[in-house]
């Protein structure tokens, strides 16, 4: 962490961070970002995923930077983006059983509750994401970011209005 960081900037990721159970990354040379589950621990982003059964982690490289966008919990919009640097843990090291301790408690519908980290260390990436806090790294927002959906054939069904058959057909009148 540099000394342009103000308290304010630190706790608004941390914040954002602890309360939301998603966070959207882009690592680098990826595009677009990817909706991963997390876990804040001791000042990171903390993620398991490319294995088995896990969520994949595309572009994201041990020595690299990544792009973590994180959102409202209720509301689904965007409150803080930061620049991260990436790091694996080795697995069996003090600060990974830390970083597995936490996740294993946050990891839903897992098959195999028990072995989870027997498993995440022969088959799984452990990564810490952590922010930069440089200066110009929580830039007020410009635009929504919103991204135009992926082209598809699928359509919008069309609903009629509800009255509509009974102006055209003269259903539920009474006739005398």
Do not use: I
Not at 108 to 124: F, G, H, S, V, Y
């Amino acid at each position: 962490m540099t000394a342009a960081a103000s308290p304010l900037d630190r706790a608004l990721v941390e914040e954002a961070a602890k309360k939301s159970s998603l966070v959207w990354v882009r690592g680098e040379g990826t595009d677009p970002a990817r909706a991963l589950w997390h876990v804040w621990h001791e000042g990171a982003v903390l993620l398991v995923g490319d294995g088995p059964g896990e969520q994949p982690l595309p572009g994201l490289a041990a020595g690299g930077g990544a792009e973590v966008t994180v959102r409202s919990k209720d509301k689904g919009v965007r409150l803080v983006t930061f620049r991260a640097s990436v790091g694996e843990l080795v697995a069996g090291s003090p600060e990974w059983e830390a970083a597995v301790a936490e996740l294993k408690g946050k990891r839903l519908n897992a098959p195999d509750a028990e072995t989870m980290p027997e498993r995440w260390a022969r088959e799984c990436r452990v990564l810490r994401l952590v922010p930069s806090y440089e200066s110009g790294t929580l830039p007020a927002p410009d635009s929504s970011l919103a991204a135009p959906p992926p082209p598809s054939p699928a359509s919008t069904r069309v609903t009629r209005p509800a009255p509509l058959p009974k102006l055209l057909f003269g259903r539920g009148r009474k006739r005398k």
